[in-house]
């Protein structure tokens, strides 16, 4: 048996639904399940095969920080050509579809790339948080 979203008179009733829920996970000894979306931005032109493992890298470490991570670019190479300007900008757009999906920006690194630029300019414009962080994944202020 489940728990519902709805209390006895058949309204919603978001505050106790997550009481709830966070009762029976904390029991259960199991991950509650709301985690926040966050957007990896991180490079990957350029040296693009020591880019692709760093940003697995990054990625792993959201999912240790308890975030459920989102990497376009680990993503849309697999199918659309990086090296063709056109499908290359289209893979952007993309991306920053999925982004203003996301709670939270993660940006990695010290360089930042144009696609990286873009992505934390459309960020900054529809108020997504974002944070920072080095190559060994330490927060760090900007």
Request: charged share 25%.
């Amino acid at each position: 048996m489940g728990i519902s979203k709805f209390n006895a008179e058949g309204y919603n009733d978001p505050t106790a639904y997550e009481a709830m829920t966070a009762v029976v996970c904390e029991e259960r000894a199991i991950a509650c399940p709301r985690r926040p979306l966050v957007f990896i931005c991180s490079p990957f032109a350029g040296d693009m095969e020591r880019n692709i493992e760093n940003t697995r890298y990054y990625a792993r470490f959201a999912v240790e920080r308890g975030a459920i991570p989102f990497a376009p670019h680990l993503l849309y190479p697999q199918f659309m050509d990086d090296h063709d300007q056109e499908q290359r900008a289209l893979g952007i757009r993309f991306g920053t579809v999925w982004l203003c999906k996301c709670d939270e920006l993660w940006a990695f690194g010290s360089y930042y790339s144009a696609g990286m630029k873009q992505e934390l300019a459309k960020a900054r414009a529809k108020g997504i948080p974002i944070h920072f962080f080095d190559e060994h994944c330490r927060e760090v202020a900007r």
